[in-house]
Structures are given as C-alpha cells and as structure tokens.
C-alpha cells in the first residue's frame, strides 16, 4: 500500500484554481464555490492552507453575494443555498466570519424554510433534505440556528425515514448515503440523534463496504471515493464506526490516488477531480490517517475551525 | 463532437443577434483563477447574461436559454472526461445555468408558450444527460402547470429514462412526485414487479415497491398487501439468498409489529430453507439472530442446521444436550455471531458487537 502523496496532491488543488484549457476548469467555473470550499478545506486538513491569498479569496467571495443575502456560484450568479453553505464555511476556513452580514446571509436562509419544515434550494422551490442540512449547518455555524423553526425541520427530516434505518432526499425517497449523511448531521446539530435507529441505520451503512474495501451509496453499486465521507461520517456520528473496516477503506482510497500528478478519483485508475480529492482526503482523516489534521464529520471543516467557532470569545461573540 | 454540430453557427456571425453586445464574465476585481470557458460556450453566456440583464423576453432569448443549457447535455461532447464528470452531480448545480433555467421559465411564462413543446425539449435534452438536478426540477415545474393533463406523459418519460438506469435517482424521485401529485397509482405495483423480474437486486424498485403499498390510496395499506407481499418475497429471497433488498423489504413489511414478524412461521421457515443449502446464508443468518434478539425459540431443525455451517477452527460454544431454554438459545445466538465473524470477514467487527451484545434472555 503505499502512502498518501500529501505534496502532490497540494500542488494539484493549487494548479486546478490556475488551469484554463480542460473540461474540468470549465465545469470549476460554475461551481466555483463549492470548488473553493473543496480545494481550500483539503488544503487545511493537509495543513496547508497558508500557500493561499486571504484577502484574494475573501474579496472574490464576498463580490458573489447577492442582495438577497444568499451566495451566487460565481460573479453575477443567482444565489442558492449550495454555494450560501459553502461561502460561510470558506470563511470560517479563514477565520473570516466577521465580513458577513449574519443577519442578512441569516434571514435569507430562513425565507427558504417551508411550512412543513422543509428547506427549499432557492425561490424556485426545490425541496431535498440536502436543503435541510444545508440550512442547519449554515446557521448554525452563524449561530443563528434559533431563527428557524428547528423543531418543524427535525419533523420534516424524519419523515424521509425509512424502514431500512437510511434516508432520502424527500419522504419515501431510496434511502442513500448521500442523504443519510444530510439528515444525520443535521440530526447531530439540532441535538436530535435519539431519533435515529442508529444498530439499523449502522447496519444498513456498514453493508456499504464491498469486497475492495470501497464504499458504495445504495445496494448493489459500485464503490466510489466521496461515500468514504458520506457513510464514514454518518458511521461516526451514530458512534458505529468501529463495525466497517478501516484499512481496508484507507487502502481503497490511496489506491485512488494519481501518485505522478496528484489528486484523487472516484475509483483506482480513473481521471482524478477535486470534488473526490476533498472526499478522500476527508475520509482519511476520519480514519485517523497520520500527518492530517481531524475533520468534524457533522461540519465538514477541520476540528479546530469548528472549535474556534463554537469555544472561543470571538466564537461566542 | 457528434455530427451536425460542426454546422453549428456562432452567435457574433448570427444577423439576428447583431443588435446585442456580449457580456463577459466578470470574475471580480481579482480572479483567484483566471478561467477560461470553452470557446463557443462562454460566447453563449455571453449572449445570455447580456439578454439577461436587459430582461428581454422575446423568442430568440428562449432560443438562448435552449443552446445554453445544452452545453450541459450529452449533445455536446465538450471532451470525453464528460461523463466522468456528471458522476459529481450529487451535491451540484451548474450555477450560471441555474440562472438559465431560472430565466427560462421567466420566458415561458411571459411568452405564454405551449408548455408541452417544453415537454418534449426537456426530453431531448435529457436523452443526453438525465443526471442533472436543473432539468428535473424544471419538469416538475412543467409539469406541476400542466396539472393532471401531465400524468400519463410524466410515467411514461420516467419509465424511459429507468428502462435505461432503472436506479436513476432522480427519475425515481419525480415519478414518486407524480404519482402523488398526479395520481396514476393504478399500474405502479405491476410496473415495479415489471422491473424486479428484470433484476431481483435493484434496490430503487424494491424502495417503489413498498412506497407503492403503503401509500397507494388503491391497495389498503401495508396491513392489507402483507399477506400477498410476504408470499412474493419469500420467492425472491429463495431465488436470490443474497439479495440484500429483498431481505431488509421483508422486514419492512412488519413494521412496527415485530411480534407478528417474530411469530410468523413464513419467517422463520424461509430461514432454514437457506441455512440448509448451505450457500449465501449471510442474511438468512442475520435474520435469525434478530428474530432470537426479539424473542425467536429456534427448534432442533435449527440448530442442527447452525451446527452444520461451523468450521472446525471456529470459536463456538458448544451445545449441551443438557442444557434446556435460555441458556441453550444464547449458546446459538453466540455460534450465530462466530459463524458470521468468519464468513463476512469485511463486518468483523459488527458481528463481534453482536455477540457481545446478545441479551441474556436470547
């Protein structure tokens, strides 16, 4: 096995930022945000977030602020509340919180909620307990999280529940990891977890481990990198993380690796992507990985940036 | 590139787009990345965000909105990393193409088009890429002005794009949409029978199948359907021991009633049926684990059966003729838990917190 190509894969997120001329800098263009929450959180978790301009990315940032207080993927486009999350937690990365208008970024997420609890994307409506943890990190992490009706969000999210302990993205939905990870951390930070069957969800998410050590989303799917992070953390929040096996996941990943150029892919011997290296990177730092900073399974942000927002003065506010 | 595409006019050489100066886009005062669009694409963009801000709602921009968000369909073969790409879908949106199809509609709207040529245009479109949350929610949209007119069209789309990614989540999720929204619940269960018989393993079919019985306002319920319900799946667990969705379906169908789950003979006997054949019993194992969790008293059948899957190396506790009741049970639920350790070595430790947590009664 061999070991994880820290170097390579800064030098890779740094050159995505700057390449022009592949599909991958184009699709980055439209997301850029989530791009710079990807590039920049693996960049800390490999303790090397120092090699980036602060002031660059903040000022870059805050131009994507639309008026309604939500976050556009780039310049001059349409907030939603995707890039709104990734935004808040770029600048908590950087310690940055302080440029914001809480209350406004605060009340556009809460326009957002619906009578039923629910969170809808945009004013468009589009309804997905994606939206919901969404919502629930997003002002938690502002701590704002008493200006919705979190009771009524909770409600909504159980209801997407289902008979095999998983959940999906609207009631009655397939049960997938990418959802159970929304609805469990969003579980974890309203203080809610009692109200998942954490044996049977923890079953369910640990029979997600095939023959490679691979994770895959949904039954009779092939393994991919980013549910290192979607079952891995699920798994640690409802505390069954013990049941899977670890090495065999870390050996996956590594394996994912572009050893020459850096950066990780969904599966050994495919073209890698930033999305993934930010999935594998985290999902080895769930894993205790040495040499990586720890990450919080429920934030997605290092420990200490979720540390400094809720234990410290300026945290407290 | 796919052909016709090489015709393919671009905008500035277009005469009726020669009134409109382009808008590029702004990346703010200081790039972080200077990135640059493919060229044809980023003209379009161009073209809309210019048509955009002047908020003009005529046909030729409906015309844009179409050509822009068909970059993102498979029409356009941008490079073959493409597919690879909608892999990324999960947790994405194309943001300016958000803004597109937020536009689009806006058109729609204003220019009070027939929205079932809109229908047929998402349809095309998602002949290319169907993996694109964009283009379902606006066929919601659509579909949701159409009303129940859209029913027949909207299952009838789904169906297309499942007959080629029967786990395609999205189709899944709108068909669910539908039917709650448009009805035609009618024919649902047949058509997830229709793709069992397909593939046994599908997951998203089995998640139909019970969202079908305990919501169809036609079936009565999950108390109603179990009794049919149970016999159908008794056959695919029997076809298919190793069927993950089968097994946790079969379950489902007691929900909340564990004592009728751990009482009825079909459970149990389906069990033992597997343990005999002595191939892919993981979760005919399983099963009876929980069932003696929950209160189960295994028969000599059972144990005999138990007893025959141990290896010779294994860890067991050994059965005691003399013993009798719950000791007897708890000695089974523990040779349970080791035969399982060894044959599903990947859930090791699962198996061992098992065992460690077996109450005393089992």
């Given at each position: 096995?061999?070991?994880?190509?820290?170097e390579?894969?800064?030098?890779?997120?740094?050159?995505?930022?700057?390449?022009k001329?592949?599909?991958?800098?184009?699709?980055?263009?439209?997301?850029?945000?989530?791009?710079?929450?990807?590039g920049?959180?693996?960049l800390?978790?490999?303790?090397?977030?120092?090699?980036?301009d602060?002031?660059?990315?903040?000022?870059?940032?805050m131009?994507?602020?639309h008026?309604?207080?939500?976050?556009g993927?780039?310049v001059?486009?349409?907030?939603?509340?995707?890039?709104?999350?990734?935004?808040?937690?770029v600048?908590?990365?950087f310690?940055?919180?302080n440029?914001i208008?809480?209350?406004?970024?605060?009340s556009?997420?809460v326009?957002l909620?619906?009578?039923?609890?629910?969170?809808?994307?945009?004013?468009?409506?589009?309804?997905?307990?994606?939206?919901?943890?969404?919502?629930?990190?997003c002002?938690?992490?502002?701590?704002?999280?008493?200006?919705?009706?979190?009771?009524?969000?909770?409600?909504?999210?159980?209801?997407?529940?289902?008979m095999d302990?998983g959940?999906?993205?609207?009631?009655?939905?397939?049960?997938?990891?990418?959802?159970?990870?929304?609805?469990?951390?969003?579980?974890?930070?309203?203080?809610?977890?009692?109200?998942?069957?954490?044996?049977?969800?923890?079953w369910?998410?640990?029979e997600?481990?095939?023959?490679?050590?691979?994770?895959?989303?949904?039954?009779e799917?092939l393994p991919?990198?980013c549910?290192?992070?979607?079952?891995?953390?699920?798994?640690i929040?409802?505390?069954?993380?013990?049941?899977?096996?670890k090495?065999?996941?870390?050996?996956?990943?590594?394996?994912?690796?572009?050893?020459?150029?850096?950066?990780?892919?969904?599966?050994?011997?495919?073209a890698?992507?930033?999305?993934?290296?930010?999935?594998?990177?985290?999902?080895l730092?769930l894993?205790?990985?040495?040499?990586?900073?720890?990450?919080?399974?429920?934030?997605?942000?290092?420990?200490?940036?979720?540390?400094?927002?809720f234990?410290t003065?300026?945290?407290?506010? | 590139?796919?052909?016709?595409?090489?015709?393919?006019?671009?905008?500035?050489?277009r005469?009726e787009?020669s009134?409109?100066?382009?808008?590029?886009?702004?990346?703010?005062?200081?790039?972080?990345v200077?990135?640059?669009?493919?060229?044809?694409?980023?003209?379009?963009?161009d073209?809309?965000?210019?048509?955009?801000?002047?908020?003009?709602?005529?046909?030729?921009?409906?015309?844009?909105?179409?050509?822009?968000?068909?970059?993102?369909?498979?029409?356009?073969?941008?490079c073959?990393?493409?597919?690879?790409?909608?892999?990324l879908?999960?947790?994405?949106?194309?943001?300016?193409?958000?803004?597109?199809?937020?536009?689009?509609?806006?058109?729609?709207?204003?220019?009070?088009?027939?929205?079932?040529?809109?229908?047929d245009f998402v349809?095309?479109?998602?002949?290319?890429?169907?993996?694109?949350?964009?283009?379902?929610?606006?066929?919601?949209?659509?579909?949701?002005?159409?009303?129940?007119?859209a029913?027949k069209?909207?299952?009838?789309?789904?169906?297309?794009?499942?007959?080629?990614?029967?786990?395609?989540?999205?189709?899944w999720?709108?068909?669910?949409?539908?039917?709650?929204?448009?009805?035609?619940?009618e024919?649902?269960?047949?058509?997830?029978?229709?793709?069992?018989?397909?593939?046994?393993?599908?997951?998203?079919?089995?998640?139909?199948?019970?969202?079908?019985?305990?919501?169809?306002?036609?079936?009565?319920?999950?108390?109603?359907?179990?009794?049919?319900?149970v016999?159908?799946?008794?056959?695919?667990?029997?076809?298919?021991?190793?069927?993950?969705?089968?097994?946790?379906?079969?379950?489902?169908?007691?929900?909340?009633?564990?004592?009728?789950?751990?009482?009825?003979p079909?459970?149990?006997?389906?069990?033992?049926?597997?343990?005999?054949t002595?191939?892919?019993?993981v979760?005919?194992?399983?099963?009876i684990?929980?069932?003696?969790?929950?209160?189960?008293l295994?028969?000599?059948?059972?144990?005999d059966?138990?007893?025959?899957?141990?290896?010779a190396?294994?860890?067991?506790?050994?059965?005691?003729?003399?013993?009798?009741?719950e000791?007897?049970?708890?000695?089974?639920?523990?040779?349970?838990?080791?035969?399982?350790?060894?044959?599903?070595?990947?859930?090791?430790?699962?198996?061992?917190?098992?065992?460690?947590?077996?109450?005393?009664?089992?």
């Amino acid at each position: 096995m061999g070991e994880l190509a820290t170097e390579k894969h800064v030098r890779y997120i740094l050159s995505v930022e700057k390449r022009k001329d592949n599909f991958e800098s184009v699709v980055m263009e439209h997301l850029r945000m989530n791009g710079a929450y990807w590039g920049l959180t693996t960049l800390d978790l490999l303790g090397k977030l120092h090699s980036v301009d602060v002031d660059e990315v903040v000022s870059w940032l805050m131009s994507c602020q639309h008026e309604s207080g939500g976050f556009g993927g780039n310049v001059g486009h349409d907030p939603h509340i995707l890039y709104t999350l990734s935004a808040v937690q770029v600048l908590a990365l950087f310690d940055k919180l302080n440029v914001i208008d809480v209350d406004k970024v605060t009340s556009y997420i809460v326009s957002l909620q619906n009578e039923d609890g629910s969170f809808s994307g945009d004013m468009w409506g589009e309804v997905d307990t994606r939206f919901s943890y969404i919502a629930i990190c997003c002002l938690s992490i502002l701590h704002c999280l008493d200006k919705i009706n979190v009771e009524k969000a909770v409600k909504y999210i159980i209801s997407c529940k289902n008979m095999d302990g998983g959940f999906g993205c609207t009631p009655g939905g397939e049960s997938h990891a990418g959802q159970i990870f929304c609805c469990v951390g969003a579980l974890a930070i309203t203080g809610s977890l009692d109200l998942v069957d954490k044996d049977l969800l923890g079953w369910w998410l640990c029979e997600r481990q095939v023959k490679s050590g691979g994770l895959n989303g949904r039954p009779e799917k092939l393994p991919d990198v980013c549910y290192s992070w979607w079952v891995l953390s699920s798994l640690i929040m409802i505390d069954r993380v013990h049941w899977i096996s670890k090495e065999k996941l870390i050996k996956f990943i590594l394996d994912c690796q572009d050893t020459e150029n850096g950066g990780i892919s969904d599966r050994p011997d495919d073209a890698v992507d930033v999305f993934h290296t930010f999935f594998g990177v985290a999902g080895l730092s769930l894993l205790e990985y040495p040499g990586l900073k720890p990450v919080d399974p429920a934030y997605a942000l290092p420990v200490d940036v979720v540390n400094r927002i809720f234990f410290t003065k300026e945290g407290l506010k | 590139m796919k052909e016709g595409e090489q015709q393919r006019v671009p905008l500035r050489e277009r005469a009726e787009w020669s009134d409109v100066t382009p808008l590029p886009q702004n990346d703010g005062p200081n790039p972080v990345v200077p990135i640059q669009y493919t060229e044809d694409f980023s003209q379009v963009m161009d073209y809309f965000r210019a048509v955009y801000l002047a908020d003009e709602r005529s046909p030729r921009a409906l015309a844009l909105t179409a050509e822009a968000v068909q970059f993102n369909s498979g029409n356009y073969t941008v490079c073959q990393v493409r597919i690879k790409f909608f892999r990324l879908r999960l947790f994405l949106f194309i943001s300016s193409l958000l803004q597109v199809w937020h536009f689009r509609r806006l058109l729609l709207e204003s220019l009070k088009v027939d929205l079932n040529a809109e229908l047929d245009f998402v349809e095309r479109m998602a002949a290319g890429n169907s993996k694109n949350y964009q283009m379902w929610h606006h066929r919601r949209w659509v579909a949701e002005k159409l009303g129940p007119e859209a029913r027949k069209n909207e299952l009838e789309f789904t169906k297309k794009i499942l007959s080629v990614d029967a786990k395609h989540y999205h189709a899944w999720s709108h068909r669910q949409w539908v039917l709650q929204a448009l009805g035609g619940w009618e024919d649902e269960l047949n058509y997830c029978t229709e793709l069992l018989k397909e593939d046994i393993f599908n997951n998203s079919a089995w998640n139909q199948r019970y969202f079908v019985i305990t919501r169809s306002p036609f079936l009565g319920g999950l108390k109603a359907m179990r009794e049919s319900e149970v016999l159908y799946t008794i056959e695919a667990i029997i076809a298919y021991p190793e069927n993950e969705s089968s097994w946790r379906y079969l379950r489902g169908l007691y929900k909340g009633e564990t004592t009728s789950w751990v009482n009825d003979p079909q459970v149990s006997s389906v069990c033992l049926k597997i343990l005999r054949t002595k191939s892919n019993y993981v979760f005919a194992l399983s099963t009876i684990l929980d069932l003696i969790c929950f209160g189960y008293l295994p028969n000599e059948d059972f144990r005999d059966a138990i007893d025959a899957l141990k290896t010779a190396d294994m860890d067991k506790q050994n059965l005691d003729d003399n013993e009798k009741g719950e000791q007897q049970n708890l000695n089974i639920a523990q040779n349970i838990c080791s035969i399982l350790e060894q044959v599903d070595p990947i859930r090791t430790n699962y198996w061992i917190w098992r065992k460690s947590r077996l109450p005393l009664s089992a």
